[in-house]
């Protein structure tokens, strides 16, 4: 099974950007659906993003289209989630995690089985 670990979080300006990690050891990256969700405290995690298995199409929430974005970094065995023009609703815990199986198209609702330990973003001036 994949290990995941995030990094990249930290404190941001509205407006400001982040580029989060995903790092997998103990398998390649590259063959899994990989998603990218948030949580606060209090709320249901939120689905923000995913990149496909198969053919590295990718999704996104209403919430973060036009201003995240995910891709891979096969030579680091990662996927980025590269976050601009932020906003203090971003605010959360992000966390990656790899789908348990392929699907052609990712999905925000499938199964995920292997969750990294999350990193905090928060959005504040």
């Known amino acids: 099974q994949v290990q995941l670990v995030e990094s990249g979080g930290g404190l941001v300006q509205p407006g400001g950007s982040l580029r989060l990690s995903c790092v997998a050891s103990?398998?390649?990256?590259?063959?899994?659906?990989i998603g990218w969700f948030r949580q606060v405290p209090g709320k249901e995690r939120e689905g923000i993003s995913c990149?496909?298995?198969?053919?590295?199409?990718?999704w996104y929430a209403d919430s973060v289209k036009g201003r995240f974005s995910i891709s891979r970094d096969n030579a680091n065995n990662a996927v980025v989630l590269e976050m601009n023009d932020l906003k203090p609703e971003d605010t959360a815990v992000y966390y990656c995690?790899?789908?348990?199986?392929?699907?052609?198209?990712?999905?925000?609702?499938?199964?995920?089985?292997?969750w990294g330990q999350g990193t905090q973003v928060t959005v504040s001036s």
């Open positions: 103990g398998s390649t990256l590259a063959y899994y659906g």
């Open positions: 995690a790899s789908e348990r199986f392929v699907h052609y198209s990712c999905s925000v609702t499938n199964e995920y089985d292997s």
């Open positions: 990149i496909s298995a198969t053919d590295d199409s990718t």
